[in-house]
């Protein structure tokens, strides 16, 4: 069966032509013989990396690989491109495990943002309260998964800024996401603190609107879009994997691009 996430248009080979020294490297340690066909399996059959077959540990163990290689080409200095306000897309599109219908308002006036894990000041955070803190505007490009992507104008406060503000062990491994719409998903401390990553609070200049995680959500420029929860209702710092609603279900972590 054809998984329904796999790219109708697969990306230019021509990509990894910066990064051939340390794919030839790995290839003369043995790192990726055989790595390919295993990776090659999960998104041609979709399958899932959490079964306890032989084959759902292999894919496992190279999903892992995978993340590993991925972090280690991650440059926490370097910007992705940014666009005009012209190509931006008003309202942005709308992506989810479920349809916009089913979308649940969150009330706003009583959200609060509650912090666990390897950080000084637990308190909880108000709209008030971020929207106090120095903010920051991207304007990037959103790329899904499922191949398709457009242009986005996010503003709010970078995550690094709230991060280092209530004190949070910007050693650790980890930072965690819960969502008011059960999609657990986390992200590397290095993206965490990369300068495009925002806790977003609008959308081309206006207060982000309920289908598209009001009243916070994140926004990265360096991710797949599936790496990006809406409706954010706690964060954690933590050193223990906390895995994602799609990467429970076989999606690969680190999901750079």
């Known amino acids: 069966m054809r998984s329904l996430f796999r790219p109708s248009v697969l990306p230019d080979p021509g990509i990894l032509d910066d990064h051939r020294p340390l794919i030839r490297s790995l290839e003369r340690r043995g790192f990726l013989r055989g790595g390919l066909s295993l990776g090659a399996l999960t998104m041609l059959t979709g399958c899932d990396v959490g079964d306890s077959t032989s084959v759902g540990m292999a894919l496992r163990a190279i999903s892992a ?15 992705a491109p940014e ?12 992506n989810a495990y479920y349809p916009i219908e089913e979308v649940k308002p969150v009330d706003g006036a009583a959200w609060r943002l509650e ?13 008030e309260m971020i929207a106090a803190l120095p903010q920051r505007e991207t304007i990037i490009r959103h790329i899904c ?11 709010g406060v970078p995550l690094r800024t709230f991060l ?34 925002l806790l977003a609070t ?37 050193n223990t994997y ?7 279900r076989g999606f690969n972590w680190f999901s750079g691009l």
């Open 65 to 79: 690989f995978n993340d590993g290689v991925q972090a280690a080409l991650f440059d926490p200095n370097k910007l």
């Open 83 to 94: 666009y005009p306000p012209s190509a931006v897309l008003k309202p942005p599109r709308f």
């Open 115 to 127: 912090l666990a894990g390897l950080i000084q000041d637990r308190r909880p955070w108000t709209r």
């Open 145 to 155: 998964v499922e191949g398709w992507d457009y242009i986005g104008q996010w503003s």
């Open 164 to 197: 280092e503000r209530v004190g949070a062990d910007l050693r650790a491994q980890y930072v965690a996401f819960k969502t008011a719409d059960d999609y657990p998903s986390s992200i590397d401390m290095a993206t965490a603190l990369h300068p495009q990553t």
């Open 202 to 238: 609008t959308y081309a200049g206006e207060t982000l609107p309920d289908p598209f995680g009001y009243p916070l959500r994140l926004r990265m420029a360096t991710k797949l879009g599936f790496k990006n929860p809406k409706w954010i209702t706690a964060i954690e710092v933590t």
């Open 242 to 248: 906390p895995g994602g609603y799609w990467e429970d």
